[in-house]
Structure formats: structure tokens, C-alpha cells
């Protein structure tokens, strides 16, 4: 998972698009980078670096991030490295001068990759999913272009049918942003909509110069002061040029099946995604799982509702109301730690949680402890957790999840493609609670998700195994 962020009409569009990227850190905390366009010089400007948006970027160096137009990323690793070329964005020289940036993962990189190496005989740069669409996108708008016999000549129906080609072809789930050089800003998402992407527009009038803004998630949004537009469709193609005029065009309808893990853990609680407010629906996770616990009268003698900071807080809030049983923040995180889900090896997951969290040994002592989490995805944030709260003096452990379990891989672009490190793999609720080491196991069921979430459809895939795009390699 990452966060993408693109700006036009703005003469202060890369400084835009830094704010935008503190409101998507949670999203990727491996890198940052930001391109921009300046239209007079024709010219690029790209930074990118390593760590968080505040370390990847130094104020002289922003100066640099000339012209209305600009992109920018955090990086979550999923495909390729962490360092150097597989930070995004990236530039193609050829055709016109591409930027692209994107949130997302392709199911068969490996083969598309293997398939541009012999047809195009195009040496790969990067391990990235990322140089993959953006060769495809270049052979697209070569071959639109050569067709329509005016050379350097760029519309935006060449867009459209280079980027129905990636959709022909490009299985996964992907959100891009992207500029091409001395013509406009272009955003595109995948035919099943499976990551979000938002558009919002700044008045002149509402302070600051009048742009267009394509982003992650509202929250991106809300900081720069762009008013949401609206949701992408899935499958739509999108192109503003320096003017801010808008060009559209869907294509590819299918199944919209957005990842339902965007409400239960990865968008920011402040955001709107696919028109449904990530707050209340975590809020209504937490109702509907309480409900599961009142209804098999597991409540009784519970003392204390504890939160597995962050992302838990607001259904926890929400199942201490509904049981009525006190709620306590018990678990004090050390915030300059990153999230031991989002770092990239068991080892730095298992190095950051002995130092995030630390108990409130005189609130748990004697007491039954329903500890809440978002999800239970490897089991080793549970795991020692519940050791660390046996530790502190509770009388008994329970866990409840704001998600069903895990039982599958995804290759959509949140880091769990290997179902035997899941720990409810092959695993029934009991297996599951011995080996995270609790005294009762809490799972929200299907339906209530889905009746929290409220959309139509979703992508469930890794709780279900039924993928709504080929997984093959
Ligand atoms: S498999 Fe799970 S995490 Fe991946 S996109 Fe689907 S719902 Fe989201």
C-alpha cells in the first residue's frame, strides 16, 4: 500500500503535494518523492529519499520542485526495493516524458516484466511494479500516436486507448497518478476499483491559486483545502491539462470491489472512501462486534475495554458504549515508533514492538481485559501483547477483531502475499487464540463487515479466498 498525491494550477504545487503526503505517511513510511513540471523551463524536477515525507525532503532542496504541476508518493514496499530507483515516482523520456506514481500491486508483474524484456527488448531498471505500467503506458502512446500520423502530437484519446491496453492486460489492484511532459496531469484506477483515488478542486477565491488535485484519500485533501469533487470511477482515465480543463472516460466495467482493509485498518480515520466515512464505519465494526459478544454472553465479567492503539480507538469506543463496560487507553504508545504492521521484516516488526507500547500496570492488574485490535494478520503484534498485559497483572486476556480472520494472501498491494504466515491459515478460532496465547477469541463475522462498511460490493479475497482479479504470476 502507499499513498499518491498530484497537483495542477498551482505555483505552489510541490509544496502542495509535501502537505498532501504528511496526510498519507500512514500509508507508506519506507520513502517519499515528489516530481514536478515546470511548463516554462519543459523541464522535470524530481526529489526522492529514504524514510518519512519530513526526512526525504530538506526546505532548500523543495526550492528546486519548480512549475504548476507536481506529483509525489510514500512508499510502501511490496514490490522492490526501498532505496534508490524503485523509490517513486520515475520519469520515461520517451514518449513525450512520462512522471508516473502509483498505490497498488500487479498479480502478474513477473510475466508482464518478462514479456516487455523479450518484446521490447527493454532492459528493466527497477524491481518495481511501478517501471512495468509506465512501459506499458509509453508502448501504448506510441503506438496511439504513430497511428494518428501527426508526430508529438498528444490527445487524450491516445491516453484512453494506451491505458485500456494495461487494463487488457495488468491484473491487480492500482491507483496511478502521473504527468506527461508540457501537456497535463493524468490519474487512472484499476477496472475493480480495488485501491481509491479522489479528486478535488481549489477555488482561486477560497485562498491560495486555483487547481486540481488527484490524491490517496480526502484526508490529502483537506490539508491542501481542495474541496472533494468526487471518487474516481473504477476502470475511469482521467487528464486535467494547465488550463484546467478536465477530460474523462471510463472503460472496463466490471465488479467495483474496493478493499474493504481501507476501512478496517489503512485509510486515515478523518477520510471518505468511496463516499463512506472511515470513522463511522469503524465506529459500526465495533457496534456489530460487541453485538456478537452480548449475543453469546461473553460480556460477563469483562472489567475493561482496551485499545490496541491506533487504528482500534474508534471501535473500541464504540463496543465500550454497547457492553457498557468502561473504556481505559491502557496501552501508552511510544509515537516516534512506526507500525509494526507496515515495516518490512518480522525482525524490525518484532525490534519496534518491544519499544511501542508500554501497559498501565495499576489500571490492569486483577482485572479481565478486552483487548481490541483492528485485525490479526500475523499474530505477532497479538501475541506479545497479550503476554505483555498477562505481565502487567490482568486476571484473564480476550481479544477481540474488528475483522474476520485472515486466512489468505494479498496480491492487491497490502503485505500478506504468503498465507503461511498468517496465522489463522489452516487455523480454527481455538488453534487460533492458543497460539496468540488468550483466554477468549473474538471475530467480527462477515455480515457484519459488510453491514458496516455499507457498499454494495467489496474485495474480501483474503478473508474469503475469492479474488475478483487472477492472482496467476
Ligand atoms: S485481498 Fe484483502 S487486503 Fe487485499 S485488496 Fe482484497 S480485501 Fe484488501
Known amino acids: 500500500m502507499c499513498g499518491v498525491m498530484g497537483i495542477i494550477g498551482s505555483q505552489s504545487a510541490?509544496?502542495?503535494?509535501?502537505?498532501?503526503?504528511?496526510?498519507?505517511?500512514?500509508?507508506?513510511?519506507?520513502?517519499?518523492?515528489?516530481?514536478?513540471?515546470?511548463?516554462?523551463?519543459?523541464?522535470?524536477?524530481?526529489?526522492?529519499?529514504?524514510?518519512l515525507v519530513s526526512q526525504a525532503f530538506d526546505q532548500s532542496s523543495m526550492k528546486t520542485l519548480?512549475?504548476?504541476?507536481?506529483?509525489?508518493?510514500?512508499?510502501?514496499?511490496?514490490?522492490?526495493?526501498?532505496?534508490?530507483?524503485?523509490?517513486?515516482?520515475?520519469?520515461?523520456?520517451?514518449?513525450?516524458g512520462i512522471g508516473m506514481a502509483h498505490n497498488g500491486n500487479l498479480a502478474n508483474y513477473k510475466s508482464l516484466a518478462e514479456k516487455i524484456r523479450a518484446s521490447q527488448n527493454r532492459y528493466l531498471q527497477t524491481g518495481n511494479d511501478l517501471e512495468v505500467l509506465q512501459c506499458l503506458l509509453a508502448e501504448g502512446l506510441t503506438s496511439s500516436t504513430a497511428r494518428d500520423k501527426i508526430p508529438g502530437r498528444f490527445d487524450f484519446q491516445?491516453?484512453?486507448?494506451?491505458?485500456?491496453?494495461?487494463?487488457?492486460?495488468?491484473?491487480?489492484?492500482?491507483?496511478?497518478v502521473g504527468m506527461i511532459a508540457g501537456q497535463g496531469m493524468y490519474a487512472f484506477r484499476d477496472p475493480n476499483g480495488i485501491r481509491p483515488l479522489v479528486?478535488?478542486?481549489?477555488?482561486?477565491?477560497?485562498?491560495?491559486?486555483?487547481?486540481?488535485?488527484?490524491?490517496?484519500?480526502?484526508?490529502?485533501?483537506?490539508?491542501?483545502?481542495?474541496?472533494?469533487v468526487r471518487h474516481l470511477e473504477p476502470g475511469e482515465i482521467i487528464f486535467i491539462d494547465e488550463q484546467g480543463s478536465i477530460q474523462s472516460h471510463r472503460t472496463k466495467v466490471v465488479k467495483h470491489t474496493p478493499c474493504m482493509f481501507e476501512w478496517v485498518y489503512f485509510a486515515s480515520a478523518e477520510s471518505e472512501?468511496?463516499?463512506?466515512?472511515?470513522?463511522?464505519?469503524?465506529?459500526?465494526l465495533g457496534r456489530a462486534l460487541a453485538r456478537i459478544i452480548q449475543r453469546d454472553g461473553h460480556d460477563a465479567g469483562l472489567d475493561i475495554v482496551v485499545p490496541i492503539p491506533d487504528t482500534s480507538r474508534t471501535a473500541a469506543i464504540a463496543m465500550a458504549e454497547t457492553l457498557k463496560i468502561p473504556y481505559r487507553d491502557v496501552l501508552i504508545k511510544n509515537r516516534y515508533v512506526f507500525r509494526s504492521f507496515i515495516l518490512n521484516t518480522q525482525e524490525e516488526r518484532e525490534r519496534a514492538l518491544k519499544i511501542k507500547l508500554a501497559p498501565v500496570a495499576s489500571e490492569i492488574a486483577g482485572k479481565s481485559v478486552l483487548l481490541v485490535d483492528d485485525s490479526?494478520?500475523?499474530?505477532?503484534?497479538?501475541?506479545?501483547?497479550?503476554?505483555?498485559?498477562?505481565?502487567?497483572?490482568?486476571?484473564?486476556?480476550?481479544?477481540?477483531?474488528?475483522?474476520?480472520?485472515?486466512?489468505?494472501?494479498?496480491?492487491?498491494?497490502?503485505?500478506?502475499?504468503?498465507?503461511r504466515r498468517l496465522v489463522a491459515h489452516g487455523r480454527n478460532g481455538q488453534q487460533i487464540a492458543e497460539e496468540i496465547g488468550v483466554d477468549g477469541l473474538f471475530y467480527l463475522d462477515m455480515q457484519g463487515l459488510r453491514e458496516a462498511i455499507a457498499l454494495p460490493s467489496l474485495c474480501t479475497a483474503c478473508l474469503t479466498g475469492d479474488y475478483p482479479v487472477e492472482v496467476s504470476p
Open 14 to 51: 510541490s509544496r502542495d503535494v509535501y502537505a498532501g503526503l504528511l496526510a498519507l505517511q500512514h500509508r507508506g513510511q519506507d520513502a517519499a518523492g515528489i516530481l514536478s513540471f515546470n511548463f516554462t523551463e519543459q523541464r522535470f524536477h524530481l526529489l526522492r529519499g529514504a524514510g
Open 66 to 96: 519548480t512549475g504548476p504541476m507536481a506529483i509525489g508518493h510514500t512508499r510502501y514496499s511490496t514490490v522492490g526495493l526501498t532505496e534508490g530507483r524503485d523509490i517513486q515516482p520515475s520519469i520515461m523520456p520517451q514518449p513525450y
Open 158 to 176: 491516445d491516453l484512453c486507448r494506451a491505458v485500456e491496453g494495461i487494463f487488457d492486460i495488468a491484473r491487480g489492484g492500482y491507483a496511478v
Open 199 to 228: 479528486l478535488g478542486q481549489r477555488l482561486a477565491s477560497s485562498g491560495g491559486d486555483g487547481s486540481f488535485a488527484i490524491a490517496s484519500e480526502t484526508a490529502a485533501l483537506n490539508i491542501t483545502g481542495h474541496r472533494l
Open 273 to 284: 472512501v468511496e463516499g463512506r466515512g472511515v470513522y463511522g464505519a469503524r465506529l459500526e
Open 376 to 419: 490479526v494478520v500475523r499474530g505477532t503484534t497479538a501475541r506479545r501483547l497479550v503476554a505483555m498485559v498477562r505481565a502487567a497483572g490482568a486476571k484473564r486476556v480476550y481479544l477481540a477483531s474488528t475483522c474476520p480472520p485472515v486466512r489468505h494472501p494479498c496480491h492487491y498491494g497490502i503485505d500478506f502475499p504468503d498465507a
